[in-house]
């Protein structure tokens, strides 16, 4: 059963915009923190953004603090991230992942226990 579909990514030049959206089955997305990680091509992966349950709470890598954008619509079941002022340093996979035990905001890889397929993000400089 697929839980999470993400969408969006792309190939753009520094300094771009891009918005990566994530749709959440139902059962997934209520009550569940929601976040996206990154894997860059020999790296690990690597925790970006993440917003609570209620939407009302987000964590950011520093890393990526003021150019990225996480939100959460409870109505489309959705979360999304804008991402502004990219820079090539961004380019990797990026993945939308749900942490169903955790109501408040978490940045460790091993809270998060559904994922999605991976979106290609390229930045070129």
């Known amino acids: 059963q697929v839980h999470l579909v993400e969408s969006g990514g792309g190939l753009v030049q520094a300094g771009a915009s891009l918005r990566l959206s994530c749709v959440v089955d139902?059962?997934?997305?209520?009550?569940?923190?929601l976040g996206w990680f990154r894997q860059a091509p020999g790296k690990e992966r690597e925790f970006v953004a993440g917003?609570?349950?209620?939407?009302?709470?987000?964590s950011y890598a520093d890393s990526v603090k003021g150019r990225f954008t996480i939100s959460r619509d409870n109505a489309q079941n959705a979360v999304y991230l804008q991402m502004d002022g990219l820079n090539p340093e961004d380019t990797a996979v990026y993945y939308c992942?749900?942490?169903?035990?955790?109501?408040?905001?978490?940045?460790?890889?091993?809270?998060?226990?559904?994922w999605g397929q991976g979106t290609q993000v390229t930045v070129s400089s």
């Open positions: 992942a749900a942490a169903t035990s955790d109501r408040d905001v978490v940045t460790t890889i091993h809270s998060y226990d559904l």
């Open positions: 139902v059962r997934t997305f209520v009550g569940s923190t």
């Open positions: 917003v609570n349950w209620s939407g009302g709470r987000t």
